[in-house]
Structures are given as C-alpha cells and as structure tokens.
C-alpha cells in the first residue's frame, strides 16, 4: 500500500486524494468538451457546482451515519483532511448542486448527467484504487486456502493487523472497469441509442451495483442500519432510483425510435408536388 506520495513540509499528497481529484479533473474536461456550442462556461460551472455539492454531501451524511462519535466531537466535523466521506452522500449532493445551478442558469440537467456517465464509472474506478493504495474498505477476514489466491490478499486493518482478506478492492477496480467498457460500447453501439438521461442514469446504477453487492464483502467497520452496513443501505438508495431512470426513460422510449449515431442526410429525392390535397 503506498498510502502517501510525497510529503512537502507540513503538507501531505495522500494517493486517494490525488486519484479522485484526477476523476474530478477529467469530469470537468469531459463537460467542457462535450458541451454544446456557446454553452462550455455554463457546463463547466454545473460541474464546480456539483463538485461542491458531492463534497458537502459526502461529509453531511458521512457525519449524520456516525453521529454517535460526530456530536459529541462537533470540532472535528469540519476536519475533513483526516477522511469521511460518503459516497452516497456524493452522488445526492453533486445532484443538488447541480440542479440548483441548472435551475438559476436556465440549463437542462438531463444533458449534463448523460455527458458524466463516462467520468461516473471513472471515479468508481480511481476511488478502489485509492482505496487500494491507502486500505480503505478492505475486505473480510479469511482462511488461508479457503478461496483462490486471485481473490485473496493480505492487507491491515484500521489496527494495523495484517491478514489473508477477501480482495474486495481489486474486485472493485475490475468491476469499474467493466462498467466503464459496457458504457462505451452504450455510447458506441449503432443499433440503438439510449434515450436522453438513460445513459448517466445507467453509468450511475452500474457504480451504486458495484458497491452494493463488494459492500457484503467488506470487513472494514462501518455503523449498522437494522442489521445491514450503513454503506450498503446507501448504496441500494442509489441503485434503486438509478435503475428505474434508465429502465423507464428506455420503456418510454415512442414506438420506432432508433437512437443511433447521429442521423445521416436522406438521399436526394425528387421534391414533392406542391398541389396535393396533403400539401394544400
């Protein structure tokens, strides 16, 4: 694990802070490049605003879901740089954020999350990574030759005890990284094409499945909501709507629709007659 990269004087550069402000990084490109003509500043600005409101999100509910030690330390709330974040916290807070700047700028959203779908799978990817690199939500404790040495590794937990564990985090890049394969061949395939809002909302459901199903896997502590880990009860609320976005945009879909890549010209035909009863 290589949980720092460099220490400057006082100042730290931590892996996982590193990789998620790559995928923010790339989040923002990506809305600047793909933004309609004229609008790429407005784009930008809903990406910062989302970014701002992913942040503030993610420690609201990371401290809400650990209260019991948050409130009666209520100084360290605001101390972020020792970690606690949440992820579902992320996602509904970058939705506000962005809909609250979407709203004042006269900007539709639904664009906007279909242009994130790429950079969503991304961050899922970089965040495993970074959880690899400084042993964040590690997986459970196992028998040495109980399972396959690919799905095992020996890594500490948060007391430092090093032991065979499931690898829960590599099983999480490799599932980002499908899920970042199957979005591009969404955007790619020249069947169909996926209504507006599926494909952000799909990207979005892909992740939150990911997390769902790896959050049985975890062994790190984590507060208990009637018997389940808090992370994945948050997981499964964002799966959910996800889920039926992308499912519902796509059965509403009208009749004959064939969303592929752009439409080509029709070929040049004789112009209609102009005296028909249909023209008249």
């Known amino acids: ?13 931590y892996t996982y802070t590193l990789l998620i402000d790559l995928g923010l990084a790339a989040a923002l490109a990506g809305l600047y490049l793909r ?3 004229g609008r790429a500043a407005r784009w930008l600005d809903a ?18 879901v650990n209260g019991d030690f948050y409130f009666p330390h209520i100084d360290e709330i605001v101390q972020v740089w020792r970690g606690g974040l949440s992820w579902p916290g992320a996602v509904a807070g970058a939705l506000l954020g962005a809909w609250v700047y979407a709203s004042r700028a006269r ?14 799978a991304l961050l899922s990817l970089l965040g495993w990574g970074g959880c690899l690199a400084s042993g964040c939500a590690y997986g459970y404790e196992v028998a040495p030759g109980d399972l396959p040495g690919w799905l095992t590794t020996t ?9 065979p564990r499931l690898a829960t985090q590599s099983l999480g890049i490799a599932w980002s990284i499908g899920a970042l394969l199957l979005i591009l061949a969404a955007q790619r395939g020249q069947a169909r ?12 459901s892909l992740v939150a499945l990911g997390a769902f199903g790896l959050g049985f896997t975890r062994g790190d502590p984590a507060p208990l909501i009637a018997g389940y880990r808090s992370d994945i009860i948050g997981s499964a609320l964002v799966l959910v709507p996800a ?5 519902l945009a796509i059965l509403r879909r009208p009749a004959g629709t064939v969303v592929t890549a752009p439409p080509k010209s029709p070929p ?8 028909t009863p249909a023209n008249s």
């Not at 990406?47 to 809400?64: D, E, K, Q, S, T």
């Not at 900007?107 to 969503?120: G, Q, S, T, W």
């Not at 890594?155 to 032991?163: E, K, M, N, R």
């Not at 040049?268 to 005296?275: F, G, M, N």
């Open 155 to 163: 890594a500490p937990d948060i007391f430092g005890l090093s032991v």
């Open 47 to 64: 990406g910062l605003a989302a970014i701002v409101g992913g942040f503030i999100g993610a420690r609201l509910l990371f401290v809400v």
């Open 193 to 204: 094409r996926w209504p507006e809002g599926a494909l952000g909302a799909y990207a979005l």
């Open 268 to 275: 040049a035909t004789d112009p209609a007659p102009t005296d």
């Open 35 to 37: 933004a309609p003509a």
């Open 1 to 13: 694990m290589h949980p720092v990269l460099a220490r400057l004087g006082p100042f730290t550069l």
């Open 107 to 120: 900007e539709r959203l639904v664009p906007l999350l279909d242009a994130l779908a790429l950079p969503i």
């Open 243 to 247: 889920t039926l976005a992308w499912a």
